[in-house]
């Protein structure tokens, strides 16, 4: 029989419980230092609306001092965030700031601030943060900018999720020793959340900060507005007992006045709706080329596999996992809570060296689950982080026979032992593995672990401080659960289609969407097929739709594709090693599009300083454009994005949380996290 071992893995940050330091989004300063800057007003604007999100953050930063000083604005990288606007108010007037090679905008930026010039550059510090840095804040006067970045929004078995990362993950410790974080907001916080959706929305939550702060204007169409109005109108015992006993609970405003926690929201689209194609195109009058998004929703045809599992859990025991083991130990509970009685599991921990701890499997019985269980809880950290040694362990003494899952609990920081991504991926090739990645915490190695997940055809999933870790793990133990399309390729023909990201797509798994961006020449009818296998077995999906002639409401995607673009050359010199040529192409399409990557930054100087440097306003143009059609679409109500009407590619409706049983118990971990993150506070 072939083997087919499916790998969960938990990335744990650094600030799980109480007794974690506290780290957050905010303002640098050096240790001890008594700099007088502050952040007098952060006010956050987020859309979604077909199939991606534009979240904009804007700031006052206020010097209270007697001198001009440098503002150092850092916060956590969202997933997958191509930062597209950045802009400085100079003289009153914004000035919308352009993308150079990294070391050609940080030596405009040092030679402006050296003359005592406005100046301001947005970096990325790898995976780890964001960073805005702002020259001169001027004494006792104010200081504004604004950040606007773009990523997906993909839906998971019926089931939306944004996050608004605030709390560092603490994984950069030179930086931690050297800085700290001025995370208060003096003035006021102003957060608003806007969904847009072709397709009904029964609810919306925002876990620990109330349940009826979500408005819904239409079926598809809902808003949250989080601010810093004072006083609560019920006390938070009260809310919490409104919450678990499902009565309608009473606003309760959030008094939100750090930036040290992240700010989670789900939306839950309305259960029977049927699997679909949508498209979404911008193209130009006139122009030959467009480009396109392109969102499968699979029908729930995918059939339940019978037969038990085995569950092997390898678990962080180094000094980084001090504090966290209250999170690990709940967390491996209620893995084991989901098994039934065919399955059975094992535990492994690992520090600098591996071991085992329950010598062989045992079955998912309910005395061995609370021994075990008390085992975990009971266990000390101590020592460095072998990543590969414990992963290895998890790997070897599998069962070829059965179906096996390894769920690796580590906060990620491999610093013993072979720690090289090539290591990682050159292991996983060498086993017939399926790696599901959970990544619980801002700033940890998504690049490593998510490159670990596509060579395996696995799927990464991103877990918050903030959220509840239950709920990730039922969703996935409900795709270990099902079968999956593997093997999956997609073709269009009847209109040319080029430059396709992902060029791989690898396995599609219960409840997962497929999102494709590329590009297109004129227009025409599309002939779509999607196929792989099921369980051996060839299946093909078929529909074919119209691609527009024009299309001009969505200049977003332009940059979508453009970092999707980039993310898959990394990919491939994360696998076969540096190559200046790709690095210069990655660099060459950001500075294009006007995006902040590893390879660029984006400066802002007076427009005199820029025609004098001979900097093109390429994306002072871009941001414009872009943000003229986010204005005409914020007058529209939702747009029916779907393609297939005439021609369904699926029979049966998409998967979803709202039929009952364990995807029911999915939804409502995510109102229990939010009355125990309420308790905490």
């Given at each position: 029989?072939?083997?087919?071992?499916?790998?969960?893995?938990?990335?744990?940050?650094?600030?799980?419980?109480?007794?974690?330091?506290?780290?957050?989004?905010?303002?640098?300063?050096?240790?001890?230092?008594n700099?007088?800057?502050?952040?007098?007003?952060?006010?956050?604007?987020?859309i979604?609306?077909?199939?991606?999100?534009?979240?904009?953050?804007?700031?006052?930063?206020?010097?209270?001092?007697?001198?001009?000083?440098?503002?150092?604005y850092?916060?956590?990288?969202?997933?997958?965030?191509?930062?597209?606007?950045?802009?400085?108010?100079?003289?009153?007037?914004?000035?919308?700031?352009?993308?150079?090679?990294?070391?050609?905008?940080?030596?405009?930026?040092?030679?402006?601030?050296?003359?005592?010039?406005e100046?301001?550059?947005?970096?990325?510090?790898?995976?780890?943060?964001?960073?805005?840095?702002?020259?001169?804040?001027?004494?006792?006067?104010?200081?504004?900018?604004?950040?606007?970045?773009?990523?997906?929004?993909?839906?998971?078995?019926?089931?939306?999720?944004?996050l608004?990362?605030?709390?560092?993950?603490?994984?950069?410790?030179?930086?931690?020793?050297?800085?700290?974080?001025?995370?208060t907001?003096?003035?006021?916080?102003?957060?608003?959340?806007?969904?847009?959706?072709?397709?009904?929305?029964?609810?919306?939550?925002?876990?620990?900060?109330?349940?009826?702060?979500?408005?819904?204007?239409?079926?598809?169409?809902?808003?949250?507005?989080?601010?810093?109005?004072?006083?609560?109108?019920?006390?938070?015992?009260?809310?919490?007992?409104?919450?678990?006993?499902?009565?309608?609970?009473?606003?309760?405003?959030?008094?939100?006045?750090?930036?040290d926690?992240?700010?989670v929201?789900?939306?839950?689209?309305?259960?029977?709706?049927?699997?679909?194609?949508?498209?979404?195109?911008?193209?130009?009058?006139?122009?030959?080329?467009?480009?396109?998004?392109?969102?499968?929703?699979?029908?729930?045809?995918?059939?339940?596999?019978?037969?038990?599992?085995?569950?092997?859990?390898?678990?962080?025991?180094?000094?980084?996992?001090?504090?966290?083991?209250?999170t690990?130990?709940?967390?491996?509970?209620?893995?084991?809570?989901?098994?039934?009685?065919?399955?059975?599991?094992?535990?492994?921990?690992?520090?600098?060296?591996?071991?085992?701890?329950?010598?062989?499997f045992?079955?998912?019985?309910?005395?061995?689950?609370?021994?075990?269980?008390?085992?975990?809880?009971?266990?000390?950290?101590g020592?460095?982080?072998?990543?590969?040694?414990?992963?290895?362990?998890?790997?070897?003494?599998?069962?070829?026979?059965?179906t096996?899952?390894?769920?690796?609990?580590?906060?990620?920081?491999?610093?013993?032992?072979?720690?090289?991504?090539?290591a990682?991926?050159?292991?996983?090739?060498?086993?017939?593995?399926?790696?599901?990645?959970?990544?619980?915490?801002?700033?940890?190695?998504?690049?490593?672990?998510?490159?670990?997940?596509?060579?395996?055809?696995?799927?990464?999933?991103?877990?918050?401080?903030?959220?509840?870790?239950?709920?990730?793990?039922?969703?996935?133990?409900?795709?270990?659960?099902?079968?999956?399309?593997?093997?999956?390729?997609?073709?269009?023909?009847?209109v040319?289609?080029?430059d396709?990201?992902?060029?791989?797509?690898?396995?599609?798994?219960?409840g997962?969407?497929?999102s494709?961006?590329?590009?297109?020449?004129?227009?025409?009818?599309?002939?779509?097929?999607?196929?792989?296998t099921?369980?051996?077995?060839?299946?093909?999906?078929?529909?074919?739709?119209?691609?527009?002639?024009?299309?001009?409401?969505?200049p977003?995607?332009?940059?979508?594709?453009?970092?999707?673009?980039?993310?898959n050359?990394?990919?491939?010199?994360?696998?076969?090693?540096d190559?200046?040529?790709?690095?210069?192409?990655?660099?060459?399409?950001?500075?294009?599009y006007?995006?902040?990557?590893?390879?660029t930054?984006?400066?802002?100087?007076?427009?005199?300083?820029?025609?004098?440097?001979?900097?093109?306003?390429?994306?002072?143009?871009?941001?414009?454009?872009?943000?003229?059609?986010?204005?005409?679409?914020?007058?529209?109500?939702?747009?029916?994005?779907?393609?297939?009407?005439?021609?369904?590619?699926?029979?049966?409706?998409?998967?979803?949380?709202?039929?009952?049983?364990?995807?029911?118990?999915?939804?409502?971990?995510?109102?229990?996290?939010?009355?125990?993150?309420?308790?905490?506070?």
């Open positions: 029989m072939r083997k087919l071992f499916l790998i969960c893995t938990l990335i744990v940050s650094a600030c799980l419980t109480a007794t974690s330091p506290a780290l957050a989004a905010g303002l640098l300063t050096p240790v001890g230092s700099t007088p800057l502050a952040i007098r007003d952060h006010s956050v604007n987020v979604v609306e077909d199939g991606y999100v534009v979240t904009e953050v804007d700031q006052v930063f206020i010097n209270t001092g007697s001198n001009d000083v440098e503002a150092h850092t916060f956590p990288v969202p997933k997958h965030a191509a930062v597209s606007e950045f802009t400085y108010w100079i003289d009153g007037a914004p000035v919308h700031g352009e993308v150079l090679e990294k070391a050609r905008a940080t030596a405009l930026y040092e030679s402006e601030k050296a003359a005592g010039r100046a301001a550059i947005a970096e990325k510090d790898a995976y780890r943060t964001f960073d805005v840095r702002v020259t001169p804040v001027r004494a006792g006067q104010d200081t504004r900018v604004r950040l606007v970045y773009l990523q997906s929004a993909p839906v998971d078995t019926g089931i939306g999720r944004y608004y990362p605030l709390e560092d993950g603490g994984v950069d410790e030179q930086r931690n020793a050297f800085w700290e974080v001025r995370d907001v003096k003035g006021q916080f102003n957060f608003n959340f806007e969904i847009k959706s072709s397709y009904p929305i029964d609810a919306v939550r925002v876990p620990g900060r109330g349940q009826n702060i979500a408005n819904k204007i239409a079926d598809g169409h809902w808003r949250v507005d989080l601010t810093t109005a004072a006083g609560p109108a019920a006390g938070f015992d009260d809310q919490i007992a409104q919450i678990e006993s499902g009565e309608a609970a009473t606003p309760v405003a959030t008094q939100v006045t750090r930036l926690k992240d700010i929201i789900y939306w839950r689209h309305q259960p029977g709706l049927p699997g679909s194609v949508d498209l979404v195109a911008h193209k130009n009058a006139g122009d030959n080329t467009g480009t396109f998004m392109l969102t499968v929703t699979p029908g729930d045809d995918l059939p339940v596999i019978e037969q038990g599992r085995d569950w092997v859990f390898v678990l962080d025991v180094s000094g980084s996992m001090q504090g966290k083991f209250a690990l130990a709940d967390g491996v509970q209620k893995s084991l809570g989901t098994l039934n009685a065919q399955d059975r599991f094992k535990i492994f921990t690992f520090s600098g060296n591996a071991k085992e701890l329950t010598q062989g045992h079955t998912a019985t309910e005395d061995q689950i609370r021994h075990y269980v008390d085992v975990v809880g009971r266990l000390a950290s020592g460095g982080t072998n990543l590969h040694a414990g992963l290895s362990a998890g790997l070897n003494g599998l069962d070829s026979d059965r096996s899952a390894i769920a690796l609990i580590t906060d990620g920081v491999a610093n013993v032992g072979n720690t090289k991504k090539k990682f991926l050159k292991l996983l090739k060498t086993h017939d593995v399926r790696l599901f990645t959970f990544i619980l915490g801002n700033s940890a190695n998504q690049p490593l672990l998510e490159a670990m997940t596509e060579v395996s055809n696995g799927i990464a999933m991103n877990t918050s401080n903030s959220d509840d870790i239950s709920g990730q793990l039922m969703q996935a133990v409900g795709k270990v659960r099902h079968a999956a399309l593997n093997n999956v390729t997609l073709s269009i023909d009847g040319r289609v080029s396709l990201t992902p060029t791989k797509i690898g396995s599609l798994y219960h997962e969407q497929l494709v961006l590329g590009h297109y020449r004129k227009s025409g009818t599309a002939r779509v097929e999607l196929s792989g099921v369980q051996g077995q060839p299946v093909i999906y078929r529909t074919a739709f119209d691609f527009p002639d024009a299309a001009n409401t969505n977003e995607l332009e940059r979508l594709w453009a970092y999707a673009t980039i993310e050359m990394q990919q491939q010199l994360d696998y076969f090693g190559d200046d040529g790709t690095i210069g192409a990655m660099t060459d399409l950001a500075v294009d006007g995006l902040v990557t590893d390879h930054s984006m400066i802002v100087v007076r427009d005199e300083v820029f025609e004098a440097n001979q900097i093109d306003r390429r994306n002072r143009d871009r941001t414009q454009q872009d943000r003229l059609a986010r204005e005409a679409r914020r007058q529209q109500a939702p747009v029916d994005r779907r393609a297939d009407k005439a021609q369904p590619m699926y029979s049966s409706n998409r998967p979803s949380t709202g039929g009952g049983g364990g995807s029911f118990g999915l939804w409502m971990l995510v109102l229990l996290a939010g009355s125990r993150l309420l308790r905490q506070r």
